[in-house]
């Protein structure tokens, strides 16, 4: 998004060629007497002062200052607040991107995750390859049409750019995206899918791919998808309808759910997740390929379980969101299955929660009402027993989105960028290392309520969720109607 307009040249716009100068007017060699042709517009130089540095009073410039930027403000198209008249459509300023790509699956996906790779990290040439599961959300009536959807994006080139000589010799990152599938039929939606990896028994394997599926019908799927994968990259290879069963279902929940995360320090695999009737659950991998759910659950939230995040730093510690308007940490060795922290963080519902992995003190959060917030837990204080929630400050807050956040995620690597998807068919990135001060607070190059945090806003219509990918820096993949991968030039 352009934030400000280009300055006019000088010279009425018309460029000096290198070497020109302008041509000094000729003068008489002989010089007469000078006369003041101004002499009497101003009768002392208090006159003079007061007209200010434009002849004019510095009140008077002011407001005709504020005037324009008034007008500045009405003109700029603002992507999900200001509305599209009939026949208009949104274009992409293409110089903005690095990479840019759209990919179409049969059915929309409400959830996503990227599988890691072997293909190296911080990888930063084209074209780009990555991996990823899915899970479909076929319309009413076509349930049976579901799919949990096992993907090989290839063929994601860079931006073509003019000036850009070296990249022109080089055919390959010229090349069309592809987008393989592998799926697995499912009879119900998938609300939320998640991805876990552990070590092969033989290292010189590839590690197991596991996904967690939370579905509408309100079961968890536990799949091992690590055949579809290798199917990518080895011709010929069939796919067994024994293959496509789940390693395991689980039944625990009486309602649908939303929230499913796998632990991140438990490699064998660690699960959580929660339903719309308020119910946390953890299961863990068991010897052999068996999956025990412990069958108390973790009680406390009024409302649904949104959103479950474990912490990135210790191993029996999660957070949760709900739609009661709370985050909750827990501590699964806890006896009495209830929270350590209870904060209200806001007053609608709320949807999401990422936990940096570069700092684990930071949890960002998105409300039904728009906001996202950056918490500093260090400054969150124990339950008691008869303690309401309490109701910290947070570190930031923004209200740019004026729909439901749906999805927010630290970067990987930068603990001061973050990516959020909202129901304004937005997904931004931030910049918290912007530092503020009371004059630019709320505006940004003359836009009021821009903050100046505010680093890019790419327009994806229904956006649901997105990710970073950890391995291709600065990469941001998004579904919606369709799948986007991008790149900006900025991060």
């Known amino acids: 998004m352009s934030k400000r307009p280009a300055d006019d040249n000088e010279n009425g716009g018309i460029a000096l060629k290198k070497g020109e100068r302008p041509e000094k007017p000729d003068f008489d060699d002989e010089v007469g007497e000078f006369e003041d042709e101004f002499e009497d517009e101003y009768e002392s130089e208090d006159e003079i002062l007061e007209a200010g540095v434009d002849g004019r009073p510095d009140e008077e410039r002011e407001a005709d200052e504020k005037a324009e930027a008034m007008d500045v403000d009405q003109q700029t198209f603002i992507v999900g607040r200001n509305k599209l008249e009939p026949g208009q459509t949104l274009s992409p300023d293409l110089s903005t991107y690095e990479m840019l790509h759209a990919l179409s699956t049969p059915w929309p996906c409400l959830s996503f995750d990227i599988v890691k790779d072997n293909l190296g990290d911080n990888r930063k040439t084209y074209p780009a390859t990555m991996y990823a599961v899915a899970g479909t959300q076929a319309d009413n009536k076509r349930e049976k049409e579901n799919q949990l959807m096992v993907m090989k994006f290839s063929g994601l080139s860079r931006m073509e750019r003019e000036h850009d000589e070296d990249s022109s010799d080089d055919e390959d990152e010229d090349a069309d995206p592809i987008l393989e599938s592998a799926s697995i039929p499912l009879t119900s939606t998938t609300n939320r899918i998640r991805a876990h990896q552990t070590p092969a028994s033989d290292s010189s394997r590839p590690p197991i791919t596991l996904t967690a599926s939370m579905t509408e019908a309100g079961q968890v799927l536990i799949h091992d998808v690590t055949p579809h994968l290798a199917s990518f990259d080895t011709p010929g290879t069939v796919i067994t309808p024994q293959q496509n069963k789940p390693l395991s279902t689980l039944r625990m929940h009486k309602s649908e759910g939303y929230a499913v995360d796998w632990s991140p320090l438990v490699s064998t695999g660690k699960l959580v997740t929660g339903d719309n009737n308020g119910m946390i659950y953890v299961t863990t991998r068991t010897g052999g390929e068996g999956w025990a759910t412990d069958s108390r659950p973790l009680t406390g939230h009024t409302g649904s379980v949104e959103e479950l995040q474990w912490s990135p730093s210790e191993k029996n510690v999660f957070a949760s969101a709900s739609s009661d308007g709370t985050i909750r940490v827990w501590d699964v060795r806890s006896k009495s299955r209830t929270a350590a922290l209870t904060v209200q963080v806001s007053e609608t519902d709320v949807n999401v929660m990422s936990w940096s992995h570069q700092t684990s003190h930071l949890l960002a959060s998105g409300a039904d009402d728009g906001v996202w917030a ?14 309401a929630p309490s109701k ?24 001061s960028i973050v990516a959020v998807a909202a129901g304004d068919d937005t997904l931004t990135l931030w910049d918290l290392a912007v530092e503020l001060d009371d004059e630019e607070s709320k505006d940004t190059g003359g836009v009021s309520e821009v903050p100046p945090q ?6 994806m219509k229904k956006a649901k969720e997105l990710h970073w990918h950890p391995q291709i820096p600065g990469c941001v993949i998004g579904t919606g109607e369709a799948f986007n991968v991008f790149k900006t030039i900025s991060v």
């Open 374 to 387: 950056v918490w500093d837990l260090r400054q969150w204080k124990p339950n008691t027993a008869s303690s």
């Open 392 to 415: 910290p400050t947070p570190v930031a807050s923004f209200n740019f989105h004026k729909e439901q956040i749906t999805s927010v995620e630290w970067h990987p690597t930068d603990d």
């Open 454 to 459: 505010l680093l890019f806003v790419h327009y």
